[in-house]
């Protein structure tokens, strides 16, 4: 079984910055990629950034700057770190696995609200 639980959520102010953690339980090998999504209110899930095995980075083109993802693969943990959050990044943040041979895997998701 295995499960992914993110971390790190929570109401913060405009400019501030946040760092979301996802943990992966169960055992787990040969994984492909990490990375996170999220999903604002009333919006399709939207990619944020993805990380390889080997640390190689993808990151989609409108957060590029405010966001860097890193991976601890000893514990098979994956972070984002947001930066100048703005009230627009308000949204559920999802953590998703892709495990080679094994199909993929999503967390339940942290909620951040950014509001002053």
């Known amino acids: 079984q295995v499960q992914l639980v993110e971390s790190g959520g929570g109401l913060v102010q405009p400019g501030t910055s946040l760092g979301l953690s996802c943990s992966t339980f169960g055992t787990i090998y040969d994984i492909y990629r990490m990375g996170w999504y999220r999903q604002s209110p009333g919006k399709q899930r939207e990619l944020i950034a993805t990380i390889g095995a080997g640390g190689d980075t993808d990151y989609t083109d409108a957060l590029k700057g405010r966001v860097t993802i890193s991976r601890e693969s000893t514990k098979n943990t994956v972070y984002l770190q947001m930066r100048n959050l703005e009230p627009e990044d308000t949204a559920v943040y999802f953590c998703?696995?892709?495990?080679?041979?094994?199909?993929?895997?999503w967390g339940h998701g942290t909620q951040v609200t950014v509001s002053s």
């Open positions: 998703k696995l892709w495990w080679l041979g094994h199909g993929d895997y």
